[in-house]
């Protein structure tokens, strides 16, 4: 069974529109992630969250918005899509936060999101 | 910052001949080096990651040395098979950093 959820599998969405990528994890984990992979740049660091709290934020646009209501979910909110954001969004946790430890990173299986 | 540099952008070998990925790295601190192996669309996965004391992590056949002097971390087989067809990064965890930075990945085919 799968440990970190990501819902949905599959994503297209229309120029201008926003859209919800969903995840939880059930590892128990304290610290989640979410990282982009597109041909242009392959697995793209984006947010880290520790705790709920916002440890590392390296993306540039505000369209990008990680919303964390429980402390196993850590949601990403697109807003104004452009067609740029094609890509596959993969959720990653670890069990606390990774900086010059050995703690391991899993993922998610992605959404793979589309807009046209 | 930290960064992580891998040369081959794709590999592509016979089966039964080995394997070599470079990794080398630049960071401020001392960091862990992982090595993540990721099959055609499925999602990344640990392959495997260094150790403090200087043990060679090993997994399915492949291993890998941290070189501190000079900060590599290749990626080693003896003998590839059909089923390592797939993309392969190198990342690092260094300091007070809150993610782990991967290279660009280098993807490995091997045919029959």
């Known amino acids: 069974d799968p440990k970190i959820i990501q819902k949905p599998k599959y994503l297209v969405a229309v120029t201008g529109s926003e859209k919800i990528l969903i995840c939880e994890q059930y590892l128990g984990h304290n610290a989640m992630y979410w990282y982009r992979q597109s041909a242009k740049k392959p697995l793209e660091f984006m947010f880290s969250?520790?705790?709920?709290?916002?440890?590392d934020n390296q993306t540039a646009s505000s369209r990008f918005q990680p919303q964390s209501s429980k402390k196993n979910h850590l949601d990403l909110q697109i807003t104004a899509l452009k067609p740029d954001d094609s890509a596959t969004y993969f959720c990653?946790?670890?069990?606390?936060?990774?900086?010059?430890?050995?703690?391991?990173?899993?993922f998610g299986a992605g959404t793979r999101l589309s807009v046209l | 910052g930290d960064s992580v540099t891998q040369t081959e952008g794709l590999v592509t070998l016979t089966e039964g001949l080995p394997v070599m990925l470079n990794c080398t790295y630049q960071s401020t601190y001392s960091p862990f080096l992982f090595w993540y192996v990721q099959h055609l669309n499925e999602a990344p996965k640990l392959l495997l990651k260094s150790f403090t004391d200087n043990k060679r992590p090993e997994h399915q056949g492949f291993h890998a040395t941290l070189h501190k002097s000079s900060s590599s971390f290749h990626l080693q087989k003896s003998s590839a098979q059909l089923s390592d067809s797939a993309l392969y990064y190198c990342a690092l965890s260094g300091g007070t950093g809150s993610k782990l930075s991967f290279g660009k990945g280098a993807k490995l085919t091997v045919s029959p």
């Open positions: 969250y520790s705790y709920q709290k916002l440890m």
């Open positions: 990653a946790s670890s069990q606390d936060r990774l900086g010059g430890s050995q703690n391991t990173l899993y």
